[in-house]
């Protein structure tokens, strides 16, 4: 039985989810959908890759289907199968075909975890012909101009093969994300959590602190999600040392003494 891998959300006509851009990337995104072109999004764990993807549907105004993808993922929970429905077998379409056919946007997140199986099914969607087969049903979907396929992947925690086969990347327009500038960061923190800006700042330097022991004792550095997180806990009235070590520390390591680090790197930083 398919596993419910879709989520759609960003409908045409509802509200623009907010996204404050950090270079050009609303830009990129619409002359790539123009020109029927795939997109690839790559960038370490909650710098706004999947709200950017949900901004840009709604702003085109595009349905989106969104993907997590996964080791067990076939390419069957993408394209279809057919299902039972009261003693008869009846085709479903998998959210990749039903973009297709709805000309949506189809974001298929986390796609190095993807089996070999599903990247054949992108192959030929992805280049010139923009073509789905369905071996089961013998369609042949051709996609229309507004369909457009967007993967993204972290290249930060994959090992090496796991990353994304050259003859598989190359079909993509690409954008490497990164942190905000801190007043930008600062604004985006802002305005989704409702702290005040000055009690927002010093958690953004905490979290700037913080990104630089990347690499040496921490294998990603604090996302701007944990930073809404922790602003978020703060707005409710939890004391903010406390809010800190919940959403700021604890995510972050299980080692005691990276730990006692990143508390000696908070005093600091904090006073
Ligand atoms: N540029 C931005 N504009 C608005 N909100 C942002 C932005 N960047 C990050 N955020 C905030 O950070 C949260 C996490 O972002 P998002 O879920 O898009 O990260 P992601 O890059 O998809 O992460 P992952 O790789 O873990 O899926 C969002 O819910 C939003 O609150
Ligand atoms: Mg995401």
């Known amino acids: 039985m398919a596993e419910e891998t879709s989520s759609q959300h960003g409908t045409a006509g509802g509200a623009v989810p907010f996204y404050a851009p950090t270079g050009n990337e609303v830009a990129l995104f619409e002359h790539a959908h123009r020109n029927r072109l795939p997109l690839l999004l790559k960038g370490p764990t909650g710098c706004g890759k999947t709200r950017f993807v949900a901004h840009m549907a709604a702003r085109l105004g595009r349905p989106l289907h969104t993907v997590s993808c996964h080791d067990d993922l076939t390419a069957a929970d993408l394209t279809g199968r057919y299902l039972l429905k009261g003693g008869d077998t009846v085709w479903t379409d998998g959210p990749l075909t039903r973009s297709v056919r709805e000309g949506a946007i189809c974001y298929l997140d986390e796609v190095v975890e993807a089996r070999k199986d599903v990247t054949v099914v992108l192959h030929p969607l992805t280049d010139d012909r923009r073509l789905l087969p369905l071996e089961r049903t013998g369609e042949l979907l051709e996609a229309p101009p507004a369909f457009m396929l967007v993967v993204s992947y972290n290249p930060g925690y994959q090992n090496i093969l796991k990353s994304l086969k050259p003859s598989t990347r190359q079909?993509?327009?690409?954008i490497e994300f990164g942190f905000?500038?801190?007043?930008?960061?600062?604004?985006?923190?802002?305005q989704e959590s409702g702290l005040s800006a000055d009690r927002v700042a010093p958690l953004v330097r905490l979290g700037n602190a913080l990104r630089a022991l990347k690499g040496q004792d921490l294998e990603e550095g604090v996302s701007t999600r944990l930073l809404v997180y922790c602003a978020s806990l703060i707005r409710d009235g939890m004391p903010r040392d406390e809010a800190i070590l919940a959403s700021m520390i604890e995510p972050l390591t299980d080692d005691p003494e990276v730990k006692k680090a990143l508390l000696r790197v908070a005093e600091l930083t904090l006073g």
Do not use: D
């Open 180 to 190: 905000p500038s801190p007043e930008a960061e600062t604004g985006i923190v802002v």
């Open 171 to 174: 079909r993509f327009v690409a």
